[in-house]
C-alpha cells in the first residue's frame, strides 16, 4: 500500500496561540476615544470574550454592544440587526461616537457594512445621531494588533477635519499603540513637557483606569476627545509607535497623504537606543531640545544598568508577545545583555525577522549566538523550542504561564493580557523610566530564583 497519502500533516491547528482577536484590539482603541462605545456587529459570543479579556486585564467594567447574530442573521444577513443595534446603543448610551467593528462571521457571510451604513446614515429619522465610524476586522486577516491600527485608521478617516483650507499649527499627532494605561500617561507627560498642543491617540487612561464612582458610569470619562481628533489636520506632524502596519492604511499614511503633514514611525520607546530615538523624532517636530526632566530619567537608567548588569548579563530569555513589542523588547535586552533564546510572536508578518535581528548588534558582535525567531506561532511551539535551551527566565504576558512552571524558571511578567496579578494593566514599559522598571523587574526576578534555590537562603545578594 502506498502511504504518499497518508503522510502527517505539517500544521494541525494552534494550540494556545500567541495572539488575540482582531475586533478585541479594535475595541479597546475605541474605548480610547472620547464618549465612544464598541458595537461588536456578530455574535454575542465575540463581544462576551472580548469583554471578559479586558475585565480580567483592566479589573474595569467594560461595556461592548453586539448586533447580535442568530442562526438566520447568518443567513440572511445582518443589516437589520445592525440598524437595531445601531438604535437601541445610541438610545441607552447617548454616545458621541459609536465604532463597528465586524467579526468573522459577518465578514465570512460577506455582510456590506459601509453600504449598510450609508443607507442607515442617510435615513432622516436617524439625523440627530452620533458620529458612526466602522473598522473591517476580521480575525483570520489579523490580529489584536491589526484591529487595533483598523480601529485608529476609521476613525481618524471619519472623524479628522476635511477643510481644505485648514491652518497649520504646531500641534503634534502621537499615535499609540497596544500599550499600557501607566505607559498612555506617561505619553501624556512628555508630550505636555514640550508645551505644544497635541492629539495622543487613543487614550484609554482613564476609560479603563479611572476612580470610584458614586453612580454606573455607561461611558466612563476620558479618551481623546472628538475635537482633539478633528484638528490632527493642522498638525506638524504625526509620530507613530511602532512599524508593523500595513504601510497605506494606517493613520499617519492618512494624514501624509490628504493633509501633507510628515509621518515618522518609530520603535516603541523601550530601552535607550530606541528611547532616544524617539526623542528625536519629538525635538524635530516640535523644534525644542529634550527638556531636562527626561535627561535625568535617562541619566538615572544609565545609574541602573551599571548596578544591576552582573545579575542579567549573559542571562538567557524566552521573549514573546507582540511583534512592535518582542521587537522593541529584543532592542532592550541586546542594551542589558539578555540573550533571547526565543523571540517569538503569533503574528505572520514578514518583518518580524528582519526587526529581530536588526535589534540586536551587541549580542550578534560580542556573544556569537542565535536567536530562535518564531513568527505566526504558538504557545505550545514555542514550548517545544524552549524545552532543550536552558533558559533562565520568560519575559511576557501571563499567557506564557504555563510555560515557565513546565520549565521551572521566572516569567516576568508585562504587555497584554496580564490575567493572573493585579495592576498589570498599570506597568510602565516606555519611556527612560519604563525601561527603568522592567530592568528592575527581571534583575529582582533573577535575584529572587537564585536567592530561592539556594540552600543557604542568602540576604545579601
Ligand atoms: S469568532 Fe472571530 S471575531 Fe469572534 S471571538 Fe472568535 S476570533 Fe474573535
Redesign the pocket.
Known amino acids: 500500500m502506498n502511504n504518499e497519502h497518508f503522510s502527517e500533516p505539517a500544521f494541525v491547528s494552534a494550540r494556545n496561540a500567541c495572539k488575540l482577536?482582531?475586533?478585541?484590539g479594535a475595541c479597546f482603541a475605541m474605548h480610547g476615544i472620547e464618549g465612544c462605545i464598541s458595537l461588536i456587529h456578530?455574535?454575542q459570543?465575540?463581544a462576551t470574550?472580548?469583554r471578559r479579556y479586558g475585565i480580567s486585564h483592566f479589573r474595569e467594567p467594560i461595556d461592548i454592544a453586539s448586533s447580535n447574530f442568530v442562526e438566520a442573521t447568518a443567513i440572511f444577513g445582518g443589516r437589520n440587526n445592525l440598524f437595531r443595534a445601531l438604535d437601541n446603543v445610541t438610545q441607552q448610551y447617548q454616545p458621541q461616537v459609536i465604532g463597528i467593528a465586524s467579526?468573522?462571521?459577518s465578514e465570512t457571510i460577506g455582510d456590506d457594512v459601509s453600504m449598510y451604513l450609508r443607507e442607515y446614515l442617510s435615513d432622516a429619522k436617524n439625523g440627530c445621531r452620533p458620529i458612526i465610524f466602522y473598522a473591517s476586522t476580521?480575525?483570520?486577516r489579523g490580529t489584536h494588533i491589526d484591529g487595533f491600527h483598523e480601529a485608529i485608521y476609521a476613525a481618524v478617516c471619519c472623524m479628522v477635519q476635511k477643510n481644505n483650507n485648514v491652518t497649520k499649527t504646531n500641534r503634534i499627532n502621537l499615535i499609540s499603540n497596544f500599550v499600557s494605561v501607566e505607559d498612555i500617561r506617561a505619553l501624556h507627560s512628555i508630550l505636555q513637557s514640550y508645551q505644544v498642543p497635541y492629539t495622543l491617540l487613543p487614550d484609554y487612561s482613564e476609560t479603563f483606569d479611572g476612580g470610584t464612582w458614586e453612580e454606573y458610569q455607561k461611558i466612563p470619562e476620558g479618551g481623546t476627545p472628538v475635537s482633539g481628533i478633528a484638528a490632527m489636520s493642522e498638525a506638524a506632524g504625526t509620530l507613530y509607535l511602532g512599524k508593523a502596519l500595513n504601510p497605506e492604511r494606517n493613520a499617519a499614511y492618512y494624514m501624509s497623504e490628504h493633509f501633507h503633514i510628515p509621518a515618522e514611525y518609530v520603535d516603541l520607546p523601550i530601552g535607550i537606543g530606541n528611547t532616544d530615538r524617539f526623542f528625536d523624532v519629538l525635538n524635530g517636530m516640535t523644534g525644542s531640545p529634550m527638556p531636562d526632566i527626561w535627561t535625568k530619567q535617562r541619566s538615572r537608567l544609565i545609574d541602573a544598568y551599571f548596578d544591576g548588569h552582573k545579575y542579567c548579563a549573559g542571562k538567557r530569555a524566552i521573549l514573546y508577545g507582540d511583534e512592535d513589542f518582542v521587537v522593541a523588547m529584543a532592542s532592550f535586552l541586546d542594551e542589558i545583555g539578555v540573550i533571547p533564546v526565543i523571540a517569538a510572536t503569533g503574528a505572520a508578518g514578514e518583518s518580524f525577522s528582519r526587526r529581530i535581528k536588526e535589534s540586536q548588534k551587541n549580542i550578534q558582535q560580542h556573544l556569537h549566538t542565535e536567536t530562535k525567531i518564531m513568527s505566526d506561532t504558538d504557545f505550545a511551539t514555542i514550548m517545544e523550542s524552549a524545552a532543550e535551551l536552558e533558559a533562565d527566565f520568560a519575559l511576557g504576558s501571563s499567557k506564557g504561564f504555563y510555560l515557565t512552571r513546565q520549565l521551572g524558571i521566572p516569567l516576568v511578567r508585562c504587555g497584554f493580557p496580564i490575567h493572573d496579578r493585579i495592576g498589570g494593566h498599570r506597568i510602565l514599559h516606555l519611556g527612560y523610566n519604563g525601561t527603568l522598571n522592567l530592568f528592575e523587574r527581571i534583575c529582582n526576578a533573577l535575584m529572587e530564583a537564585k536567592q530561592n534555590a539556594a540552600p543557604s537562603g542568602w540576604t545579601y545578594i
Open positions: 482577536c482582531s475586533p478585541l456578530g455574535s459570543g465575540c470574550y472580548i467579526t468573522c462571521l476580521p480575525s483570520y
